[in-house]
Each structure stands twice: as C-alpha cells, then as structure tokens.
C-alpha cells in the first residue's frame, strides 16, 4: 500500500532539500549524462493506470524517461514481499540501475535497506519518510510530499462550487495524514465559505472498491453535493460521484477523465520534482540528499487542471490559494477547536511544523469520528 502517516515535517527540519526543488534545464541534463548514462529502476504495488497512487509515480517516469541519457525500468504489481528484492536486484544486476526507487510502504524494511547494505554502489530511494541516519544505509534514503496542501487548494474550489454547503470525504483511516487532508479541505472551504461543512466516512483499509463505492452513494444521499477521498485508488470515488450527478475532487494523481461533467480539481503529487533532481544530482557527481521532502513551495505537489465542475469563482480563488502556499501561508491559524469542542490548535503553525504530524482529531466542522 502507499505511505500514509508518518513524521515528514521532523525529517524534514533535520534535513536540506538539496537540488530536488530546483528549476530543470533538461538540456544541461541530458548533456551531463553523455558521459555516463543512468539507468533508475522503480517499483510499484499496483497498476501504473490505477488513476491513484501508482500512476501518480509513473506519471513522473513518463517525463523523466524524456530526459536524454536517462534510461528506465519498470516494474508494478510488485507485492510487499521478498518479490520486491527479486525485481529490484534483477534491476540492478540485469539492467544496471544506479538508482532504485521504492514507491510502496511496505518495500522499506527489510527489504530496500537489505539491498542497500548488500549493493553499496547503488542508490535506494524510498516513497516514505523511514530512512534513519542512526541504523540505516547511507546509499539509502526517504522522499515525500506534503499533500494536504493541494487538499487545502481543493477545499477552497469546493467551498465556492458547492449549492448544499455539506462536502463528502471518503477516507481509507483515521491516521495523522489522513486527517491532515481531511481537515485541510475543511479549512480550504471555510477560508472562503464559513458554513461549509465537511463529513467523512472512514472505510477500513486503503483500497476496498465496494466499501468506497457504498460511502460515496451515502455521502451523497446525505445531502453532500461535492466528494473528495483519501484512499490509494480514487477512481471508484470520483465515478460514482458522477453517476450520481456531484462533483468530485481528486487524488494523488489525475481522475479528470473519470468525470468530464463534475470534476472540479484534485491533489496530485509532483514526484517529478524529486525524481529529475535525483538525476541532476547523480549527473553532477553529487550525493543524493537522504531526505527529500516538501510542499506547493518547492514544487512537490500541484493541483489537477480545473474540470467542468469548477466556477470562475472557484477558479480564481484556488489559484489564489496556490500563490499563498508557494509563499509559505500558514494552513492551521489557531485558535481552532475539534468537532468535540476542545482547543487542539492553540496558535498559527508553519505548515512544516512537526506538531501537525501528531494530527489525531478532526476539526470543528467536520462530521465523523476518528474511533
């Protein structure tokens, strides 16, 4: 499954971002590799056209394929298991990848860090923030994106396109990246709403299409007129939201085409940021930094083109809201209370402050339960 809740504003504050928000000329890159090429080998849990997590990776290698001198082999429906080593060394020894990138949880332990002790000359990267400078490989190394942030975006187009004031959130669980999303959407709307609403349904787990479908049809039979999610793959969501005739915001990667009569806009991951500054890196002769993390301010995450479903209105103050985030504006501006009234954020915080990574709440406004 995908990563979904871990420390990423702490790794972050105790590491550089190194080269991976920079600009990209891919001229200078492919030139950079006429001497020595580079073969990166990925991995993925899934289909890479799962309109999810999966594609959202192979979405970025599609581009990073372009770049001249840069060869790439791929592998997906590679589960958390000892077959992840087989095709990750197979890369390695077969295909001659220098760089391996590791794009499911639970890839990390035993197995990314097992190889990285065993191949010391090859670079593991990992779609979690797990590397740990006290007992893993130096050759190894973690990179994320701070997603709540294009959720934010989201909020706010679907707080000005929405006639009930009641916004769907299917969720997979109750973890602290989960409810960041959850409650950022909550936030994005009311910045330009104050009586949006948001009610969530919990699922269970990260991918059950049936249970996705079922909260979705009750959500909507609710009275939410928009839906958005947090679960690895989106598309059962964002295709019942337009049978039912709402609209729908995405998820880490674009479900546009799934809905050409209500889409809105969606939180979509940049892994392509990261992925062609992994490569600048290695062709300039530099070490990878071991954690690579971000947001809107370094180019991490984007927002999916607007659909049918967003208004000029909408339009213009989702863009807005992008500028603000790539200038660092706060999302979490206390004081601000729980749905069950106590104060959980006392004071405005960073949006890569690491007191948001203990998120276990859901805010004033939004309907549901963590338990």
């Known amino acids: 499954m995908s990563v979904t809740g871990f420390s990423r504003r702490t790794l972050l504050k105790s590491a550089a971002l190194g080269a991976a928000g920079a600009a990209f000329d891919l001229g200078a890159l492919g030139r950079a590799f006429a001497a020595a090429d580079l073969t990166v080998g990925i991995v993925y849990v899934g289909a890479r056209d799962d309109f999810g997590w999966n594609q959202a990776h192979a979405v970025a290698i599609k581009s990073l394929k372009e770049v001249p001198g840069v060869k790439v082999v791929e592998e997906e429906n590679v589960p958390e298991t000892d077959a992840v080593s087989k095709s990750m060394e197979s890369m390695i020894n077969l295909d001659g990848a220098g760089l391996i990138l590791a794009t499911s949880f639970g890839y990390y332990t035993p197995f990314v860090v097992d190889l990285a002790k065993k191949y010391p000359d090859v670079q593991f990267r990992h779609a979690a923030p797990l590397w740990n400078k006290d007992k893993d490989p130096k050759n190894a190394g973690s990179y994320f994106g701070y997603l709540n942030q294009a959720h934010y975006v989201d909020g706010v187009a679907a707080g000005l396109s929405t006639k009930s004031n009641k916004i769907g959130f299917v969720a997979a669980k109750p973890i602290a990246s989960v409810l960041s999303n959850i409650n950022s959407v909550l936030l994005g709307a009311r910045s330009v709403n104050p009586n ?137 501006v206390g004081p601000l209370k729980d749905n069950k009234g106590k104060v959980v954020i006392d004071k405005t915080y960073d949006n890569l402050d690491p007191f948001l990574d203990k998120m276990d709440y859901l805010l004033e406004g939004v309907v549901g339960s963590t338990t």
């Open 196 to 332: 949006a609403t948001v009610q969530v349904i919990f699922t269970g787990d990260w991918s059950l299409p049936v249970r996705e479908a079922e909260a979705a049809n009750a959500l909507v039979d609710a009275g939410c007129d928009v839906i958005t999610c947090h679960v690895d793959g989106p598309k059962v969501v964002i295709e019942t939201g337009e049978k039912r005739g709402v609209k729908t915001c995405g998820h880490n990667a674009s479900q546009a085409p799934l809905a050409p009569k209500g889409f809105i806009t969606g939180a979509e991951y940049k892994w392509i940021t990261i992925y062609k500054g992994y490569a600048t890196d290695l062709a300039a002769g530099k070490t990878l930094p071991n954690f690579t993390a971000g947001g809107y301010e370094v180019d991490f995450v984007q927002n999916t083109p607007f659909g049918a479903g967003a208004t000029p209105e909408a339009q213009k103050a989702a863009l807005a809201a992008i500028e603000g985030l790539k200038a660092k504006k706060p999302i979490y």
